[in-house]
């Protein structure tokens, strides 16, 4: 079996709000082949955005990640360096905001 260019496995990011914390993205997990095009369809607001910063490392207060693994190419991303996060950024991971 191939490894998959990228692997999110069971995301959560929590949204801290006053004194409780919300799950904003539960347990969300999808592969991303070599080559592939992969859409990521839902309605407004149900945190398509959110999941996507969390692959670049770019979640900030009042949002975080909570759980789960971000693989990128067999490498899990979530607990790298701040300086290892920007050399992935805009050499194996970029994105177009919108
Ligand atoms: N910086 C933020 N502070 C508070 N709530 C946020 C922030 N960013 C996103 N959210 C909330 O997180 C949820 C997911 O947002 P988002 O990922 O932008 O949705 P979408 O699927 O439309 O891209 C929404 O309820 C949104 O209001
Ligand atoms: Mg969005």
Do not use: H, W
Not at 12 to 36: H, K, M, P, W
Not at 43 to 51: D, V
């Amino acid at each position: 079996m191939t490894t998959p260019l990228l692997k999110v496995e069971n995301l959560r990011i929590a949204l801290a709000g006053d004194g409780v914390t919300y799950d904003a993205v539960e347990n969300v997990s999808f592969e991303i082949g070599r080559g592939e095009a992969f859409g990521l369809v839902g309605e407004s607001g149900c945190g398509k955005s959110i999941t996507a910063l969390s692959v670049m490392g770019l979640l900030r207060r009042p949002l975080s990640l909570a759980g789960g693994r971000i693989i990128l190419d067999g490498k899990e991303i979530q607990n790298v360096s701040a300086a290892e996060m920007r050399r992935l950024r805009g050499k194996r991971i970029a994105m177009i905001f919108q």
